[in-house]
């Protein structure tokens, strides 16, 4: 079985390539966020490829459609495994993000992003949001599948409703997951553990600082996977 765990570096290009070769590929994948990509561009995918990774690109694409689709094909040279899109920007947008990745050698899973895990029914209510959180993150996963979206992420919170929803070959990618004994600290609001994300339904988990933090990522991605062995 491949491994269900995307290491989040979040962190400088030299910190991250550090990280990255302390772990092995064939126990995890990686995704490079907006930090990470924003400091060196589209060249620290291929640095990544080049280590056998697997790569998440957590960019969040948000605007019109026709720019949402550009910026896509601009990466369809680029080894991605999954890319990113937020669902709030509506079916024209998430239609031309479709579009776009057909475009790929490979084509890279496509998901939409629900609501972030750092906010919580007050922050969305401050936004405009009347929904509460299961709503609104229904809603835009329900709207991410019938616009040919493969599927979404989500917090740990809604994996349930979401699995129920919209059957098994959907795809719920989850932050804000921890071990029992993980970080505890930090800015993310809807969280869970492992034991508590897997069996809830989620195909894949996001880790960063608990294991991008220790001294030896590799030894601290070595407890993830036998929690997640004794979990399965």
């Keep these: 079985m491949k491994s269900q ?10 910190d991250a390539i550090d990280t990255a070769n302390k772990l092995d590929p064939r126990n995890c994948k990686i995704k490079i966020g907006s930090q990470l990509f924003s400091s060196e561009g ?41 890319i990113n899109i937020h669902a709030s920007g509506g079916s024209e947008m998430l239609k031309s993000a479709v579009e776009a990745i057909s475009e790929f050698k490979s084509r890279p899973i496509l998901l939409g992003v629900t609501v972030l895990t750092s906010l919580n029914n007050l922050l969305l209510k401050e936004v405009g949001i009347k929904f509460d959180i299961n709503s609104q993150v229904l809603n835009l996963a ?5 616009n040919g979206l493969d599927g979404v992420v989500c917090s740990p919170n809604e994996l349930v409703l979401l699995r129920r929803k919209l059957g098994d070959d959907f795809v719920l990618v989850t932050p804000g997951v921890r071990s029992e004994k993980g970080v505890k600290e930090d800015d993310q609001k809807r969280t869970a553990t492992f034991k508590e994300a897997l069996q809830r339904g989620a195909d894949f988990v996001v880790i960063g600082r608990e294991i991008t933090r220790n001294k030896n990522p590799m030894e601290a991605l070595g ?3 036998k929690e997640m062995e004794y979990i399965n």
């Design 5 to 14: 765990i995307i290491v989040a570096l979040d962190m400088s290009f030299s």
């Design 42 to 82: 589209p060249k620290v995918i291929e640095e990544f490829t080049k280590l056998g990774f697997e790569i998440f690109l957590d960019l969040k694409f948000h605007d019109i459609p026709n720019t949402v689709s550009r910026s896509i094909k601009e990466l369809k040279d680029l080894k991605i495994w999954m």
């Design 142 to 146: 329900q709207l991410s599948k019938a």
């Design 223 to 225: 407890a993830v996977l």
